[in-house]
């Protein structure tokens, strides 16, 4: 005889758990952001840590099909300084549009974009940072 009860509450309780991430997502959808930057200056991998025939790399065997492609950025032996970009995501936490997010997505950032669930973008600035 096969007792088929403790798969029906694994189902029951899998779907629960379903309709409690939809909900929650519903709730918060609207204080999740997604935050971007632009910055000049050190790549958060600098050359001697990327692997040797990388793009990127002092003398790595891609590294003329992708300036001929993409034009010289700076960066290593180019016309300026790197420049890197990063992407994340934070929350709203005050209404006035205090949102908090990981130090690493935001550090040395020159320029900082914020989208909202909506696709509204608007720029944003580091008004405290902990380490």
Same mark, same amino acid.
């Given at each position: 005889?096969?007792?088929?009860?403790?798969?029906? %509450? &694994?189902?029951?309780?899998? /779907? +629960? #758990?379903?309709?409690?991430?939809?909900?929650?997502? /519903?709730? %918060? #959808?609207? @204080?999740? #952001?997604? #935050?971007? $930057?632009?910055?000049?200056?050190?790549?958060?991998?600098?050359?001697?840590?990327? *692997?040797?025939?990388? *793009?990127?790399? *002092?003398?790595?065997?891609?590294?003329?099909?992708?300036?001929?492609?993409?034009?010289?950025?700076? &960066?290593?032996?180019? !016309?300026?300084?790197?420049?890197? +970009?990063?992407?994340?995501?934070?929350?709203?936490?005050?209404? +006035?549009? %205090?949102? @908090? $997010?990981?130090?690493?997505?935001? +550090?040395?950032?020159?320029?900082?974009?914020? $989208? %909202? !669930?909506?696709?509204? $973008?608007?720029?944003?600035?580091?008004?405290?940072?902990?380490?």
């Amino acid at each position: 005889m096969h007792d088929c009860r403790g798969a029906d %509450l &694994g189902a029951a309780a899998g /779907r +629960a #758990v379903r309709r409690g991430f939809r909900a929650a997502g /519903r709730r %918060l #959808v609207g @204080v999740v #952001v997604n #935050v971007s $930057t632009q910055a000049v200056g050190p790549a958060a991998k600098t050359s001697q840590d990327a *692997p040797q025939n990388s *793009p990127g790399t *002092p003398g790595a065997p891609l590294d003329e099909f992708f300036r001929d492609f993409f034009g010289d950025k700076g &960066g290593p032996g180019g !016309s300026g300084p790197p420049r890197t +970009a990063s992407l994340g995501s934070g929350f709203i936490i005050d209404p +006035a549009g %205090l949102i @908090v $997010t990981n130090n690493h997505v935001i +550090a040395n950032a020159e320029q900082i974009t914020v $989208t %909202l !669930s909506d696709d509204t $973008t608007m720029q944003a600035q580091v008004i405290g940072a902990t380490r």
